[in-house]
Nanobody, 124 residues
Framework: QVQLVESGGGLVQAGGSLRLSCATS?????????IGWFRQAPGKEREFLGA????????YNADFAKGRFTIARDNGKNTVSLQMNSLKPEDTAIYYC????????????????WGQGTQVTVSS
């Protein structure tokens, strides 16, 4: 069984920062895999933010996320983080991490394992 648990969401003022974490456990740890970060705002589709793999920790970011969002991993703890800076009210959403075997894909396809999500609310 594979489990992903997000943490670190909350309420922050515009311009502030938050750091989300995604703890991964289970059999996927035995494979080459990627962790992707997504978000979903009310009434909108789930949106890809970026991803990182466990082979060489190469990161990939959606264009709109570059410069504000940074993904990193702590292999020793099987944890991936999403550092978000200069937050804006339009960043308000539920943030998810997800895992897939192999290389990342910049959409939800292939991500078979999902966390429960964590709410991020940015006030103006």
């Amino acid at each position: 069984q594979v489990q992903l648990v997000e943490s670190g969401g909350g309420l922050v003022q515009a311009g502030g920062s938050l750091r989300l974490s995604c703890a991964t456990s289970g059999r996927i740890l035995n494979y080459y895999y990627s962790i992707g970060w997504f978000r979903q705002a009310p009434g909108k589709e789930r949106e890809f933010l970026g991803a990182i793999n466990n082979k060489n920790s190469t990161t990939y970011n959606a264009d709109f996320a570059k410069g504000r969002f940074t993904i990193a991993r702590d292999n020793g703890k099987n944890t991936v983080s999403l550092q978000m800076n200069s937050l804006k009210p339009e960043d308000t959403a539920i943030y998810y991490c997800a895992a897939k075997i192999g290389a990342y894909i910049g959409n939800t396809v292939g991500y078979n394992y999902w966390g429960q999500g964590t709410q991020v609310t940015v006030s103006s």
